[in-house]
Nanobody, 119 residues
Framework: QVQLVESGGGLVQPGGSLRLSCAASGRIFSINYMGWYRQVPGKRRELVASITSIGNTNYGDSVKGRFTISRDNAKNTVYLQMNSLKPEDTAVYYC?????????????WGQGTQVTVSS
């Protein structure tokens, strides 16, 4: 099995920055897709950013130009650098990885980390 451990969430003032990390561990040969999603109560989980194994990135419209996703394949870790944070960025942020190579084929989610943007 694969475990995802997220870190870096917290309380920040509007205009501030945070960096989220998500480290995958277990029997992993390679990770195809790594992404960050977020969810607020009563709303659907939405894509924040994603990155493929070859570095292609995709961002939600609301975070373009402010957030940057990156990954370290040697560490099986994905990062989300969040700048110019706004109150509407407040949510629980979830890490997601998709593995298509044995022995740990599957779609995995982290436990979530709270990000609160407030003065």
């Amino acid at each position: 099995q694969v475990q995802l451990v997220e870190s870096g969430g917290g309380l920040v003032q509007p205009g501030g920055s945070l960096r989220l990390s998500c480290a995958a561990s277990g029997r992993i040969f390679s990770i195809n897709y790594m992404g960050w999603y977020r969810q607020v109560p009563g709303k659907r989980r939405e894509l924040v950013a994603s990155i493929t194994s070859i570095g292609n990135t995709n961002y939600g419209d609301s975070v373009k130009g402010r957030f940057t996703i990156s990954r370290d394949n040697a560490k099986n870790t994905v990062y989300l650098q969040m700048n110019s944070l706004k109150p509407e960025d407040t949510a629980v942020y979830y890490c997601n990885v998709v593995i298509t190579a044995a022995p740990s084929v599957g779609n995995y989610w982290g436990q979530g980390t709270q990000v609160t943007v407030s003065s």
